[in-house]
């Protein structure tokens, strides 16, 4: 899927940046920590509006360049969502 510039709450995504390092809580695709995530929160006014937490359960913040989404969030309602995918 391409890079998109618009994420939701929900999109499954990958890290495409090594503007953060690569560790665990920035698990660069391709690298040792490579893992997908789920984009968890998103505050535009900030600088890293995309909170995303790690499959390997670590969270982290990027902005749109920094990811790739993977897997749009397949769930028309947020609360759906919430209720049966997410757990923080």
């Not at 909170?51 to 947020?78: G, M």
Request: proline content about 3%; charged content about 35%; some cysteine.
């Amino acid at each position: 899927m391409k890079n998109k510039k618009c994420f939701n709450i929900g999109d499954r995504v990958v890290l495409i940046s090594n503007r953060h390092g690569n560790g665990e809580a920035n698990p660069v695709r391709g690298r040792r920590y490579e893992c997908e995530g789920a984009v968890v929160d998103l505050d535009y006014s900030c600088s890293l509006p995309i909170r995303v937490k790690w499959d390997n359960e670590r969270h982290n913040s990027y902005n749109t360049d920094d990811l790739e989404c993977i897997f749009d969030n397949p769930f028309k309602d947020l609360q759906d969502f919430i209720e049966k995918e997410l757990v923080i």
